[in-house]
């Protein structure tokens, strides 16, 4: 209560000063684990804020190449924003440890766990990382459910607001505007997957989870026996055999996935492989989240109506 009386008196104080000050105060140095994190963070912090993303658009986020700039990176941030639920747990806490930053060690105001707040889907009733699962704490991919990313920019906010109080009426203002066009475009791409209902897809990592359960896609198999898991012979057959059994006719991968499968099972079953990156910037037309977005519905809206 203290530190909140002392916070109001120098707000007040500050008011006179504020607009001048915010002008020349340098930007919030965010760092994103991932562009669509980062994406969120630009559209929420605008101008007060410089967002770099560590993993590339390309890059698979469970594995990222970690760099010693990355360490450079995360010692200057003001805010780290990560995506949780063990996504980046094979390659940010060591960086995390070297970069020595107390502002986004966990806990901080300066550092926001995207995965708290989101009603995470698959988790497994015994937890156990011994057979190499990396969705030992429930399915990580839950940004391209723009449900979800609503919580996730309100959470962001929160912590901008937290760590920059100055410019919190923007982070404010931005997360409406944002809020607003979510729900804009949610229900002009729920009316374009809408003639798909029950629609059976196959997906190399489960990485589309959430898409079709927002938008009542049928994952029916993954050509991953386990999330991490390499195919086997034996599990691609049963693939093949499950999607002649439900005429399944799309497989979706990411840029960092093995294609090569992919088209293998494809020749065999007469469907389509799809690259519907998950990572805005993966394509030099989807720079953003929504673009990102708006090229998955819109490819898989054509694949599924045979176009
Ligand atoms: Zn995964």
Redesign the pocket.
């Known amino acids: 209560m203290k530190s909140l009386i002392a916070f109001k008196l120098a707000t007040v104080g500050l008011i006179a000063l504020s607009a001048t000050a915010a002008s020349f105060a340098p930007p919030l140095k965010v760092v994103a684990t991932t562009p669509d994190l980062a994406s969120i963070a630009r559209e929420i912090g605008g101008k007060a804020v410089d967002v770099t993303a560590l993993a590339k658009p390309t890059e698979d986020p469970?594995y990222v190449d970690a760099k010693p700039s990355h360490i450079v990176t995360l010692n200057r941030a003001d805010v780290l924003i990560e995506g949780g639920a063990e996504l980046e747990l094979g390659w940010l806490p060591p960086l995390l440890e070297n970069s020595r930053n107390a502002k986004i060690a966990a806990g901080a105001p300066g550092r926001v766990v995207a995965s708290q707040g989101v009603k995470l889907l698959e988790i497994p009733t015994t937890f156990d990382r011994s057979k190499g699962d990396?969705?030992s704490l429930g399915n990580?991919?839950f940004l391209i459910d723009p449900v979800n990313v609503k919580i996730i920019a309100g959470s962001i906010a929160d912590h901008f607001a937290q760590v920059d109080p100055k410019d919190a009426a923007l982070y404010r203002a931005n997360l409406a505007a944002f809020n607003a066009k979510v729900d804009a475009k949610l229900a002009e791409w729920q009316k374009q997957l809408a003639p798909f209902k029950g629609a059976p897809i196959v997906t190399y990592?489960?990485?589309f989870v959430y898409l079709g359960e927002r938008f009542k896609l049928r994952i029916i198999e993954t050509l991953e026996p386990k999330?991490g898991i390499a195919p086997s012979p034996a599990h691609i057959a049963q693939v093949i055999g499950a999607m002649k059994a439900s005429n399944a006719k799309v497989i979706l991968v990411q840029p960092y996935q093995n294609r090569r499968t992919a088209e293998t099972v494809a020749r065999q079953t007469g469907a389509v492989v799809l690259d519907i990156p998950q990572q805005p910037g993966a394509r030099k037309d989807t720079p953003t989240y929504f673009q990102m977005m708006d090229y998955m519905v819109a490819s898989l809206s054509a694949a599924l109506g045979g176009k």
Do not use: C, I, T
């Open positions: 469970h990396v969705h990580p991919h990592h489960k990485d999330p």
